[in-house]
């Protein structure tokens, strides 16, 4: 139904819910489920989709199984962090 057919109650209710700011949702870690991710943790050298992690459980991996990109990171062709992105690899113990 156009907007212009709404009763005057029903329009501003339709204005208030339009104007009303949306929540921000945030990433869980898919490991704990607890904590906000902050990270992409992903198989080194594997063609398997990443995963959101959070610090606390980027912290208990092994450095030499997986990669770990902070979110907003980036690496360059060959896989290198690339400067001031902070990214680390690691690996699941």
Same mark, same amino acid.
Request: glycine share 8%; net charge negative; aromatic share 4%.
């Given at each position: 139904?156009? *907007?212009? &057919?709404?009763?005057? !109650?029903? !329009?501003? !209710? +339709?204005?208030?819910?339009? *104007? &009303?700011? &949306?929540?921000? *949702? =945030? %990433? +869980?870690?898919?490991?704990?489920?607890? /904590?906000?991710?902050?990270?992409?943790?992903?198989?080194? /050298?594997? /063609? =398997? =989709?990443?995963?959101?992690?959070? #610090?606390?459980?980027? %912290?208990? +991996?092994? %450095?030499? #199984?997986?990669? =770990?990109?902070?979110?907003?990171?980036?690496?360059?062709?060959?896989? !290198?962090?690339?400067?001031?992105?902070?990214?680390?690899?690691?690996? &699941? *113990?």
């Amino acid at each position: 139904m156009p *907007t212009d &057919r709404l009763s005057a !109650q029903a !329009q501003e !209710q +339709l204005a208030a819910q339009e *104007t &009303r700011p &949306r929540p921000h *949702t =945030v %990433q +869980l870690c898919i490991h704990c489920t607890e /904590n906000p991710a902050g990270f992409w943790v992903s198989p080194a /050298n594997g /063609n =398997v =989709v990443r995963r959101p992690w959070c #610090l606390s459980c980027c %912290q208990e +991996l092994d %450095q030499d #199984l997986c990669d =770990v990109i902070p979110f907003g990171g980036s690496k360059d062709a060959s896989g !290198q962090a690339l400067a001031g992105s902070g990214s680390d690899h690691c690996g &699941r *113990t």
